[in-house]
DNA sequence: ACAAAAGTGTTGGCCCTACACCCATGA
DNA sequence: TCATGGGTGTAGGGCCAACACTTTTGT
Protein backbone atom coordinates (compact mmCIF):
# COMPACT_ATOMS: atom_id res chain seq x y z
CA UNK A 1 0.00 0.00 0.00
CA UNK A 2 3.07 2.38 -0.81
CA UNK A 3 0.59 4.06 -3.55
CA UNK A 4 -0.70 6.66 -1.16
CA UNK A 5 2.09 8.41 -0.07
CA UNK A 6 2.68 9.93 -3.42
CA UNK A 7 -0.94 11.36 -3.51
CA UNK A 8 -1.34 15.06 -3.38
CA UNK A 9 -3.76 15.90 -0.32
CA UNK A 10 -6.31 18.00 0.99
CA UNK A 11 -5.05 20.24 3.79
CA UNK A 12 -7.21 19.88 6.78
CA UNK A 13 -8.33 22.35 9.18
CA UNK A 14 -10.51 22.77 12.44
CA UNK A 15 -13.47 25.72 12.68
CA UNK A 16 -14.78 26.49 15.63
CA UNK A 17 -17.82 27.90 16.44
CA UNK A 18 -18.20 29.65 19.88
CA UNK A 19 -21.33 29.83 21.46
CA UNK A 20 -21.92 32.52 24.87
CA UNK A 21 -25.34 34.11 25.98
CA UNK A 22 -25.31 37.55 26.93
CA UNK A 23 -28.20 38.45 29.23
CA UNK A 24 -30.81 36.49 26.87
CA UNK A 25 -28.58 37.40 23.98
CA UNK A 26 -27.38 34.33 22.39
CA UNK A 27 -23.53 35.46 20.72
CA UNK A 28 -21.22 34.08 18.50
CA UNK A 29 -17.10 34.30 18.83
CA UNK A 30 -15.20 35.24 15.68
CA UNK A 31 -11.78 36.55 14.39
CA UNK A 32 -11.10 39.11 11.84
CA UNK A 33 -8.71 37.72 9.01
CA UNK A 34 -5.48 39.93 8.82
CA UNK A 35 -4.67 38.04 5.28
CA UNK A 36 -6.11 37.64 2.39
CA UNK A 37 -8.67 36.21 0.96
CA UNK A 38 -11.14 37.10 2.81
CA UNK A 39 -8.82 40.26 4.73
CA UNK A 40 -11.02 41.98 7.14
CA UNK A 41 -13.43 39.75 6.89
CA UNK A 42 -14.83 37.69 10.38
CA UNK A 43 -14.45 34.25 10.31
CA UNK A 44 -14.02 31.15 12.80
CA UNK A 45 -11.39 30.73 14.84
CA UNK A 46 -9.38 27.88 13.60
CA UNK A 47 -6.39 26.55 12.09
CA UNK A 48 -4.64 23.89 10.68
CA UNK A 49 -4.38 20.55 12.25
CA UNK A 50 -0.85 19.13 13.43
CA UNK A 51 0.09 15.90 12.72
CA UNK A 52 0.69 15.07 16.27
CA UNK A 53 -2.54 16.44 17.79
CA UNK A 54 -6.20 14.52 17.07
CA UNK A 55 -8.24 17.13 15.96
CA UNK A 56 -9.89 17.83 18.66
CA UNK A 57 -6.68 19.14 20.20
CA UNK A 58 -6.76 20.96 17.52
CA UNK A 59 -9.74 22.88 17.79
CA UNK A 60 -9.04 23.54 21.30
CA UNK A 61 -5.55 24.99 20.58
CA UNK A 62 -6.39 27.46 17.88
CA UNK A 63 -9.25 28.50 20.13
CA UNK A 64 -6.94 29.33 22.77
CA UNK A 65 -4.37 30.87 20.41
CA UNK A 66 -6.94 32.81 18.48
CA UNK A 67 -9.10 33.95 21.39
CA UNK A 68 -7.94 33.31 24.84
CA UNK A 69 -10.70 30.86 25.34
CA UNK A 70 -10.30 27.40 27.27
CA UNK A 71 -11.48 24.63 29.16
CA UNK A 72 -14.64 24.50 27.78
CA UNK A 73 -17.55 22.44 26.20
CA UNK A 74 -16.48 21.18 22.85
CA UNK A 75 -18.14 18.98 20.60
CA UNK A 76 -17.49 17.48 17.13
CA UNK A 77 -19.86 19.53 14.48
CA UNK A 78 -19.71 17.78 11.45
CA UNK A 79 -16.89 18.39 8.35
CA UNK A 80 -16.87 20.71 5.38
CA UNK A 81 -15.65 18.92 2.54
CA UNK A 82 -16.51 21.15 -0.66
CA UNK A 83 -14.10 20.94 -3.44
CA UNK A 84 -14.18 24.86 -3.73
CA UNK A 85 -14.82 26.17 0.26
CA UNK A 86 -11.67 27.28 0.29
CA UNK A 87 -9.89 29.40 -2.94
CA UNK A 88 -6.24 28.79 -2.57
CA UNK A 89 -6.67 25.11 -2.56
CA UNK A 90 -8.54 22.20 -1.45
CA UNK A 91 -9.21 22.40 2.05
CA UNK A 92 -10.99 20.26 4.40
CA UNK A 93 -12.15 21.33 7.89
CA UNK A 94 -13.89 19.51 10.94
CA UNK A 95 -16.12 21.62 12.72
CA UNK A 96 -16.53 22.21 16.13
CA UNK A 97 -19.05 23.89 18.25
CA UNK A 98 -17.99 25.35 22.00
CA UNK A 99 -20.48 26.42 24.32
CA UNK A 100 -18.94 29.09 27.27
CA UNK A 101 -20.01 30.91 30.30
CA UNK A 102 -19.45 34.18 29.25
CA UNK A 103 -18.89 35.56 32.79
CA UNK A 104 -16.13 33.25 32.69
CA UNK A 105 -14.46 33.34 29.84
CA UNK A 106 -13.04 37.00 29.38
CA UNK A 107 -12.03 37.09 25.58
CA UNK A 108 -8.90 39.49 23.48
CA UNK A 109 -9.70 43.04 22.39
CA UNK A 110 -11.28 42.92 19.27
CA UNK A 111 -9.90 46.27 19.04
CA UNK A 112 -6.38 44.64 18.58
CA UNK A 113 -5.42 43.80 14.84
CA UNK A 114 -6.83 39.99 13.98
CA UNK A 115 -8.34 40.56 17.62
CA UNK A 116 -11.78 38.50 18.35
CA UNK A 117 -15.11 39.54 19.36
CA UNK A 118 -18.74 38.79 20.68
CA UNK A 119 -21.62 38.67 17.38
CA UNK A 120 -25.44 38.11 18.06
CA UNK A 121 -25.56 35.48 15.93
CA UNK A 122 -28.09 37.11 13.75
CA UNK A 123 -25.26 39.94 12.84
CA UNK A 124 -23.28 37.16 11.88
CA UNK A 125 -23.46 37.01 8.48
CA UNK A 126 -20.93 37.30 5.24
CA UNK A 127 -18.22 35.65 7.26
CA UNK A 128 -14.79 34.12 5.25
CA UNK A 129 -15.36 30.79 3.41
CA UNK A 130 -18.02 28.84 4.03
CA UNK A 131 -18.01 29.86 7.59
CA UNK A 132 -22.69 31.32 7.06
CA UNK A 133 -22.95 27.35 6.58
CA UNK A 134 -20.86 25.98 9.45
CA UNK A 135 -22.73 29.10 11.57
CA UNK A 136 -25.98 27.61 10.72
CA UNK A 137 -25.15 24.13 11.00
CA UNK A 138 -24.00 25.01 14.27
CA UNK A 139 -27.21 26.49 15.07
CA UNK A 140 -29.84 23.84 14.35
CA UNK A 141 -27.62 21.57 16.12
CA UNK A 142 -27.46 23.44 19.27
CA UNK A 143 -31.38 23.88 18.92
CA UNK A 144 -31.73 19.73 18.65
CA UNK A 145 -29.21 19.26 21.27
CA UNK A 146 -30.92 21.54 23.63
CA UNK A 147 -34.12 19.33 23.88
CA UNK A 148 -32.20 16.57 24.51
CA UNK A 149 -29.43 17.42 26.88
CA UNK A 150 -28.71 19.12 29.22
CA UNK A 151 -26.23 21.23 28.01
CA UNK A 152 -27.60 24.83 27.92
CA UNK A 153 -26.17 24.52 31.68
CA UNK A 154 -22.63 25.14 29.67
CA UNK A 155 -23.81 28.62 28.58
CA UNK A 156 -24.76 29.63 31.64
CA UNK A 157 -22.75 30.98 34.92
CA UNK A 158 -22.20 28.12 38.06
CA UNK A 159 -24.87 29.48 39.97
CA UNK A 160 -28.24 31.04 38.08
CA UNK A 161 -32.04 32.05 38.32
CA UNK A 162 -34.67 29.86 36.64
CA UNK A 163 -36.09 32.29 34.74
CA UNK A 164 -32.04 32.77 33.17
CA UNK A 165 -32.30 29.04 32.32
CA UNK A 166 -35.76 29.62 30.81
CA UNK A 167 -34.95 32.82 28.72
CA UNK A 168 -31.77 30.52 27.44
CA UNK A 169 -34.22 27.67 25.84
CA UNK A 170 -36.93 30.92 24.39
CA UNK A 171 -33.61 32.41 23.02
CA UNK A 172 -32.30 28.92 21.19
CA UNK A 173 -35.33 26.91 20.86
CA UNK A 174 -37.28 30.65 19.20
CA UNK A 175 -40.53 29.69 21.24
CA UNK A 176 -42.10 31.78 24.53
CA UNK A 177 -42.55 28.81 27.33
CA UNK A 178 -44.97 29.45 30.19
CA UNK A 179 -43.23 30.11 32.96
CA UNK A 180 -45.03 28.08 35.63
CA UNK A 181 -44.86 24.94 33.35
CA UNK A 182 -40.88 25.31 32.38
CA UNK A 183 -40.18 25.56 36.71
CA UNK A 184 -42.38 22.22 37.27
CA UNK A 185 -40.70 20.34 34.65
CA UNK A 186 -37.33 21.07 34.73
CA UNK A 187 -37.64 21.00 38.68
CA UNK A 188 -39.52 17.65 38.46
CA UNK A 189 -36.77 16.14 36.96
CA UNK A 190 -34.33 16.81 40.21
CA UNK A 191 -31.04 17.85 38.43
CA UNK A 192 -30.94 21.19 39.60
CA UNK A 193 -30.10 22.21 43.33
CA UNK A 194 -31.23 24.77 44.45
CA UNK A 195 -28.58 27.30 46.88
CA UNK A 196 -29.17 28.88 50.27
CA UNK A 197 -28.59 31.72 47.92
CA UNK A 198 -30.14 34.53 46.27
CA UNK A 199 -29.43 37.05 43.62
CA UNK A 200 -28.00 40.13 45.60
CA UNK A 201 -28.43 44.17 44.41
CA UNK A 202 -31.70 44.25 42.50
CA UNK A 203 -34.85 46.12 42.67
CA UNK A 204 -37.37 43.50 42.85
CA UNK A 205 -37.90 40.43 45.23
CA UNK A 206 -34.43 38.65 44.84
CA UNK A 207 -34.58 35.19 42.92
CA UNK A 208 -33.20 31.86 44.26
CA UNK A 209 -29.71 30.55 42.51
CA UNK A 210 -29.39 27.05 41.30
CA UNK A 211 -26.93 25.30 40.49
CA UNK A 212 -27.05 22.23 37.78
CA UNK A 213 -26.16 18.79 39.50
CA UNK A 214 -24.21 17.04 37.16
CA UNK A 215 -23.56 13.95 39.48
CA UNK A 216 -27.23 12.99 39.40
CA UNK A 217 -28.06 13.43 35.92
CA UNK A 218 -25.31 10.70 35.52
CA UNK A 219 -26.96 8.72 37.96
CA UNK A 220 -30.24 9.53 36.86
CA UNK A 221 -29.56 8.20 32.72
CA UNK A 222 -27.35 5.14 34.30
CA UNK A 223 -31.00 4.07 35.51
CA UNK A 224 -32.43 5.09 31.79
CA UNK A 225 -33.41 8.94 32.65
CA UNK A 226 -33.43 10.89 29.42
CA UNK A 227 -33.76 14.32 29.71
CA UNK A 228 -36.48 15.82 27.52
CA UNK A 229 -36.73 19.80 27.27
CA UNK B 1 -0.22 32.68 4.32
CA UNK B 2 2.23 30.31 2.06
CA UNK B 3 3.00 28.66 5.10
CA UNK B 4 0.44 26.33 4.78
CA UNK B 5 2.08 24.92 1.11
CA UNK B 6 4.73 23.15 3.03
CA UNK B 7 3.69 21.60 5.77
CA UNK B 8 3.25 17.79 6.01
CA UNK B 9 -0.60 16.45 5.99
CA UNK B 10 -2.48 13.78 7.38
CA UNK B 11 -4.20 11.42 4.72
CA UNK B 12 -7.54 11.75 4.48
CA UNK B 13 -10.25 8.95 4.21
CA UNK B 14 -13.69 8.04 3.97
CA UNK B 15 -15.06 4.95 5.57
CA UNK B 16 -18.69 3.49 5.29
CA UNK B 17 -20.74 1.86 7.91
CA UNK B 18 -23.65 0.08 6.01
CA UNK B 19 -26.75 -1.26 7.44
CA UNK B 20 -28.75 -3.39 6.64
CA UNK B 21 -32.04 -5.81 8.01
CA UNK B 22 -32.60 -9.47 7.39
CA UNK B 23 -35.75 -11.13 8.50
CA UNK B 24 -35.25 -9.03 11.66
CA UNK B 25 -31.59 -9.11 12.11
CA UNK B 26 -29.35 -5.99 11.79
CA UNK B 27 -26.63 -6.33 9.67
CA UNK B 28 -23.52 -4.82 8.48
CA UNK B 29 -21.76 -4.91 4.91
CA UNK B 30 -17.79 -5.87 5.94
CA UNK B 31 -14.86 -6.16 3.29
CA UNK B 32 -11.95 -8.25 3.68
CA UNK B 33 -8.08 -6.58 3.74
CA UNK B 34 -6.04 -7.96 0.98
CA UNK B 35 -3.31 -6.17 2.35
CA UNK B 36 -1.42 -5.34 5.18
CA UNK B 37 -1.84 -4.06 7.68
CA UNK B 38 -4.13 -6.02 8.94
CA UNK B 39 -4.22 -8.56 6.27
CA UNK B 40 -7.42 -10.94 5.93
CA UNK B 41 -9.12 -8.72 8.54
CA UNK B 42 -12.29 -7.32 8.03
CA UNK B 43 -12.72 -3.66 7.93
CA UNK B 44 -15.52 -1.11 6.82
CA UNK B 45 -15.44 -0.31 2.97
CA UNK B 46 -13.73 2.81 2.32
CA UNK B 47 -10.37 4.33 0.80
CA UNK B 48 -8.72 7.55 -0.17
CA UNK B 49 -10.68 10.58 -0.63
CA UNK B 50 -9.77 12.59 -4.20
CA UNK B 51 -8.49 15.78 -4.66
CA UNK B 52 -11.66 16.47 -7.14
CA UNK B 53 -14.64 14.95 -4.88
CA UNK B 54 -16.46 15.68 -1.64
CA UNK B 55 -16.25 13.36 0.94
CA UNK B 56 -19.67 12.03 0.46
CA UNK B 57 -18.91 11.51 -3.13
CA UNK B 58 -15.96 9.60 -2.24
CA UNK B 59 -17.58 7.41 0.49
CA UNK B 60 -20.12 6.93 -2.52
CA UNK B 61 -17.55 6.22 -4.82
CA UNK B 62 -15.82 3.53 -2.88
CA UNK B 63 -18.76 1.99 -1.56
CA UNK B 64 -19.92 0.90 -5.14
CA UNK B 65 -15.70 -0.05 -6.17
CA UNK B 66 -15.59 -2.44 -3.01
CA UNK B 67 -19.16 -3.86 -2.68
CA UNK B 68 -21.06 -2.32 -5.93
CA UNK B 69 -23.95 -0.80 -3.20
CA UNK B 70 -25.31 2.69 -4.70
CA UNK B 71 -28.42 5.29 -4.38
CA UNK B 72 -28.42 4.29 -0.84
CA UNK B 73 -29.42 6.64 2.11
CA UNK B 74 -25.96 7.54 2.87
CA UNK B 75 -25.07 10.62 6.11
CA UNK B 76 -22.11 12.05 7.59
CA UNK B 77 -21.65 10.26 10.74
CA UNK B 78 -18.26 11.59 12.33
CA UNK B 79 -14.41 12.05 11.63
CA UNK B 80 -11.93 10.13 13.71
CA UNK B 81 -8.96 11.72 13.86
CA UNK B 82 -6.53 9.81 16.88
CA UNK B 83 -2.83 10.22 15.94
CA UNK B 84 -2.08 6.25 16.28
CA UNK B 85 -5.36 5.30 14.44
CA UNK B 86 -3.38 3.91 11.48
CA UNK B 87 -0.09 1.95 11.83
CA UNK B 88 1.26 3.23 8.92
CA UNK B 89 1.03 6.70 9.14
CA UNK B 90 -0.97 9.95 10.06
CA UNK B 91 -4.49 9.13 8.67
CA UNK B 92 -8.14 10.97 9.54
CA UNK B 93 -11.17 9.29 8.41
CA UNK B 94 -14.60 10.86 7.98
CA UNK B 95 -17.50 8.36 8.42
CA UNK B 96 -20.27 7.62 6.87
CA UNK B 97 -23.13 5.64 7.53
CA UNK B 98 -25.57 4.15 5.11
CA UNK B 99 -28.94 2.68 5.15
CA UNK B 100 -29.83 -0.02 2.17
CA UNK B 101 -32.41 -1.99 1.60
CA UNK B 102 -31.33 -6.01 1.44
CA UNK B 103 -33.49 -6.87 -0.36
CA UNK B 104 -32.62 -4.85 -3.52
CA UNK B 105 -28.88 -4.40 -3.44
CA UNK B 106 -27.03 -7.60 -4.26
CA UNK B 107 -23.93 -7.74 -3.07
CA UNK B 108 -20.61 -8.94 -4.26
CA UNK B 109 -19.91 -12.57 -3.21
CA UNK B 110 -17.70 -12.56 -0.05
CA UNK B 111 -15.71 -15.85 -1.49
CA UNK B 112 -13.77 -13.93 -4.28
CA UNK B 113 -10.57 -12.21 -2.31
CA UNK B 114 -11.26 -9.01 -1.08
CA UNK B 115 -14.88 -9.27 -1.30
CA UNK B 116 -17.53 -7.91 0.83
CA UNK B 117 -20.14 -9.88 3.09
CA UNK B 118 -23.07 -9.52 5.27
CA UNK B 119 -22.30 -9.96 9.31
CA UNK B 120 -24.31 -9.56 12.06
CA UNK B 121 -23.78 -6.34 14.48
CA UNK B 122 -22.94 -8.83 16.68
CA UNK B 123 -20.57 -10.90 15.28
CA UNK B 124 -18.48 -7.47 13.76
CA UNK B 125 -15.97 -7.58 15.95
CA UNK B 126 -12.04 -7.37 15.86
CA UNK B 127 -12.10 -5.21 12.65
CA UNK B 128 -9.40 -3.52 11.19
CA UNK B 129 -7.81 -0.62 12.73
CA UNK B 130 -10.34 1.34 15.03
CA UNK B 131 -13.55 0.01 12.73
CA UNK B 132 -14.80 -1.45 16.15
CA UNK B 133 -15.03 2.08 17.39
CA UNK B 134 -16.74 3.72 14.42
CA UNK B 135 -19.33 1.00 14.23
CA UNK B 136 -20.08 1.49 17.67
CA UNK B 137 -20.22 5.17 17.21
CA UNK B 138 -22.98 4.30 14.05
CA UNK B 139 -24.58 1.73 16.02
CA UNK B 140 -25.37 4.77 18.94
CA UNK B 141 -26.26 7.35 15.91
CA UNK B 142 -28.68 4.88 14.28
CA UNK B 143 -30.65 4.27 17.52
CA UNK B 144 -31.07 7.88 17.96
CA UNK B 145 -31.93 8.58 14.60
CA UNK B 146 -34.59 6.20 14.55
CA UNK B 147 -36.41 7.81 17.06
CA UNK B 148 -36.68 10.81 16.23
CA UNK B 149 -36.34 10.94 12.09
CA UNK B 150 -38.50 8.34 9.94
CA UNK B 151 -35.29 6.58 8.35
CA UNK B 152 -36.35 3.10 9.41
CA UNK B 153 -37.88 2.52 5.90
CA UNK B 154 -34.32 3.03 4.15
CA UNK B 155 -33.71 -0.57 5.72
CA UNK B 156 -37.39 -2.01 4.58
CA UNK B 157 -38.43 -2.65 1.00
CA UNK B 158 -40.59 -0.49 -0.76
CA UNK B 159 -44.08 -2.59 0.44
CA UNK B 160 -43.84 -3.92 4.07
CA UNK B 161 -45.61 -5.31 6.78
CA UNK B 162 -46.43 -3.16 9.64
CA UNK B 163 -45.13 -6.28 11.67
CA UNK B 164 -41.31 -5.68 9.89
CA UNK B 165 -41.37 -2.15 10.83
CA UNK B 166 -42.28 -2.77 14.63
CA UNK B 167 -38.82 -5.89 14.41
CA UNK B 168 -37.07 -3.16 13.38
CA UNK B 169 -37.12 -0.84 16.23
CA UNK B 170 -37.38 -3.56 18.14
CA UNK B 171 -33.90 -5.05 17.28
CA UNK B 172 -32.14 -1.53 16.77
CA UNK B 173 -33.62 -0.19 20.14
CA UNK B 174 -33.54 -3.07 21.94
CA UNK B 175 -36.69 -2.80 23.43
CA UNK B 176 -39.94 -5.12 22.75
CA UNK B 177 -43.01 -3.19 21.53
CA UNK B 178 -46.50 -3.42 21.96
CA UNK B 179 -47.98 -4.01 19.00
CA UNK B 180 -51.41 -3.06 19.09
CA UNK B 181 -50.31 0.21 20.51
CA UNK B 182 -47.29 0.47 18.47
CA UNK B 183 -49.97 0.39 15.41
CA UNK B 184 -52.47 2.61 16.98
CA UNK B 185 -49.28 5.51 16.88
CA UNK B 186 -47.40 4.75 13.70
CA UNK B 187 -50.82 4.80 11.68
CA UNK B 188 -51.97 7.94 13.39
CA UNK B 189 -49.12 10.06 12.30
CA UNK B 190 -51.08 9.23 8.64
CA UNK B 191 -47.04 8.41 7.11
CA UNK B 192 -47.68 5.26 5.85
CA UNK B 193 -49.65 4.62 2.59
CA UNK B 194 -51.99 1.51 2.71
CA UNK B 195 -51.71 -0.76 -0.26
CA UNK B 196 -54.23 -3.03 -2.05
CA UNK B 197 -51.46 -5.85 -1.96
CA UNK B 198 -51.29 -8.55 0.56
CA UNK B 199 -48.16 -10.93 1.24
CA UNK B 200 -48.45 -13.91 -0.50
CA UNK B 201 -48.07 -17.49 0.29
CA UNK B 202 -47.30 -17.62 3.84
CA UNK B 203 -49.35 -20.26 6.32
CA UNK B 204 -51.44 -17.99 8.36
CA UNK B 205 -53.53 -14.85 7.52
CA UNK B 206 -51.82 -12.80 5.21
CA UNK B 207 -50.69 -9.16 5.44
CA UNK B 208 -51.72 -5.58 4.34
CA UNK B 209 -48.45 -3.83 2.70
CA UNK B 210 -47.97 -0.18 3.46
CA UNK B 211 -45.22 2.27 1.43
CA UNK B 212 -43.78 5.33 3.22
CA UNK B 213 -45.25 8.12 2.17
CA UNK B 214 -42.19 10.75 2.03
CA UNK B 215 -44.34 13.04 0.31
CA UNK B 216 -47.12 13.64 3.25
CA UNK B 217 -43.94 13.74 5.28
CA UNK B 218 -42.51 16.88 4.09
CA UNK B 219 -45.61 18.30 4.08
CA UNK B 220 -46.13 17.41 7.63
CA UNK B 221 -42.46 18.55 8.70
CA UNK B 222 -43.26 21.98 7.00
CA UNK B 223 -46.26 22.17 9.18
CA UNK B 224 -43.88 22.12 12.21
CA UNK B 225 -44.40 18.10 12.86
CA UNK B 226 -41.85 15.94 14.05
CA UNK B 227 -41.55 12.53 13.73
CA UNK B 228 -41.34 10.25 17.16
CA UNK B 229 -41.33 6.77 17.84
C1' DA C 1 -57.64 -29.42 13.42
C1' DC C 2 -53.84 -27.00 14.37
C1' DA C 3 -50.07 -23.77 14.01
C1' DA C 4 -48.71 -19.11 13.16
C1' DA C 5 -49.04 -14.52 12.58
C1' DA C 6 -52.59 -10.62 11.57
C1' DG C 7 -55.63 -7.68 13.23
C1' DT C 8 -58.49 -5.03 16.54
C1' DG C 9 -60.67 -1.33 21.44
C1' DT C 10 -61.16 0.14 25.94
C1' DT C 11 -59.86 2.00 30.30
C1' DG C 12 -57.18 4.32 33.88
C1' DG C 13 -53.70 7.21 34.96
C1' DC C 14 -50.37 10.47 34.02
C1' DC C 15 -48.71 14.49 32.03
C1' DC C 16 -49.17 18.51 29.63
C1' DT C 17 -51.41 22.90 28.83
C1' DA C 18 -53.68 26.95 29.85
C1' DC C 19 -54.24 30.45 32.87
C1' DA C 20 -53.83 35.09 36.95
C1' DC C 21 -52.52 36.82 41.08
C1' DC C 22 -49.58 38.03 45.18
C1' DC C 23 -44.70 38.83 46.89
C1' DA C 24 -40.34 41.04 47.80
C1' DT C 25 -37.17 44.61 46.81
C1' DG C 26 -34.89 49.04 45.51
C1' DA C 27 -35.61 53.38 43.58
C1' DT D 1 -45.91 53.94 46.18
C1' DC D 2 -44.52 52.25 42.11
C1' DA D 3 -42.09 49.43 38.90
C1' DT D 4 -39.95 45.15 38.20
C1' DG D 5 -39.37 40.52 37.99
C1' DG D 6 -40.03 36.25 41.39
C1' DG D 7 -42.83 32.87 42.72
C1' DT D 8 -46.95 29.77 43.07
C1' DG D 9 -51.73 25.87 42.01
C1' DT D 10 -55.50 23.82 39.64
C1' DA D 11 -58.62 21.79 36.41
C1' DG D 12 -59.57 19.66 31.84
C1' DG D 13 -58.10 17.13 28.04
C1' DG D 14 -55.15 14.37 25.38
C1' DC D 15 -51.97 10.86 25.13
C1' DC D 16 -49.83 6.68 26.54
C1' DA D 17 -49.50 2.09 28.60
C1' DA D 18 -51.50 -2.10 29.70
C1' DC D 19 -54.00 -5.80 28.28
C1' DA D 20 -56.59 -10.81 25.29
C1' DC D 21 -59.16 -12.61 21.94
C1' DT D 22 -60.78 -13.46 17.07
C1' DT D 23 -59.44 -13.98 12.11
C1' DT D 24 -57.21 -15.90 8.21
C1' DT D 25 -54.45 -19.10 5.81
C1' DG D 26 -51.60 -23.22 4.67
C1' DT D 27 -50.29 -27.69 6.09
Known amino acids: MTYRYDHPRPALTVDCVVFGLDEGDLKLLLVQRSQEPFRHRWALPGGL??????????????????????????????????????????????????LVKMTDHVVRAAT??????????TDAQDLAFDHDLIVHTACERLRGKLRYQPIGFELLPEKFKLSQLQRLYEVVLGTPLDKRNFRK?????????????????????AARLYRFDSRRYQELRRRGFNFEL
Open 185 to 205: KILAMDLLRPLDEVEQGVAHR
Open 112 to 121: DAGGAAWFSV
Open 49 to 98: VGMEESAERAARRELEEETGVRDVYLEQLYTFSAVDRDPRERTISIAYYA
